[in-house]
Every structure is written in structure tokens, then in C-alpha cells.
């Protein structure tokens, strides 16, 4: 029903920037859904990086703070991640997610975001 594709990952050094793009299509009528990033690296549960709401709030993990930023541009169907300062322990698959009330979320594929030291 709602189809989510990611672009933007890729291997980065130590404090380089990444920004990640994940575009909704499918049956979406209107902007009234959230969106966020998720990561799982290696023998670690997934975890949420970022979310932005319909009204553009937005919450952050606190190991991203001051680092992430997410947006969204509702006209595009769009959400972004712009990742800044980036660590090793950044290292993970990040995952797009769409979520409207009372519905099954939706995941994108997932984009590998590889920090070298």
C-alpha cells in the first residue's frame, strides 16, 4: 500500500556527513502520518534515531542529539536525515519508517551508513 525508497547511504570517514532521503508513495491521502529513522548495527537491537511528526515535531535519540537532523517535506511524501559529525558507532543499517494511526507501520529496505575511523 505504501511504498518507501531510501537513497543516500554509503561509507563516510570519521566526521564527514551523510544525508539520507527516504520518499513515501502508494496510497498516502494525505500528510497526516509520521515519519522517522531507525538503526540496527551489528548484535544490536533496532533503536530509533529520529522521528518527525505530522506537524513537523520532532524527538531525537540522545546519541544523535546535536549531530541528526530530520525533516520532512510533505508535499514530496518525504522525509530526510541529515547526519553530521558522523562516529564509527554510527555504523548500521538505517531504516525508514511511516506510521499513520490505528495502521501497521510501513519499513523501507534499509540503507548502509558505514563510518571509517
Known amino acids: 500500500q505504501v511504498q518507501l525508497v531510501e537513497s543516500g547511504g554509503g561509507l563516510v570517514q570519521a566526521g564527514g556527513s551523510l544525508r539520507l532521503s527516504c520518499a513515501a508513495s502508494g496510497s498516502i491521502f494525505s500528510s497526516i502520518y509520521a515519519m522517522a529513522w531507525y538503526r540496527q548495527a551489528p548484535g544490536k537491537q533496532r533503536e530509533l534515531v529520529a522521528a518527525?511528526?505530522?506537524?513537523?515535531?520532532?524527538n531525537y535519540a540522545d546519541f544523535v542529539k546535536g549531530r541528526f537532523t530530520i525533516s520532512r517535506d510533505n508535499a514530496k511524501n518525504t522525509v530526510y536525515l541529515q547526519m553530521n559529525s558522523l562516529k564509527p558507532e554510527d555504523t548500521a543499517v538505517y531504516y525508514c519508517?511511516?506510521?499513520?494511526?490505528?495502521?501497521?507501520?510501513?519499513w523501507g529496505q534499509g540503507t548502509q551508513v558505514t563510518v571509517s575511523s
Open positions: 519508517n511511516f506510521q499513520r494511526r490505528f495502521r501497521p507501520d510501513y
Open positions: 518527525v511528526t505530522s506537524d513537523g515535531s520532532t
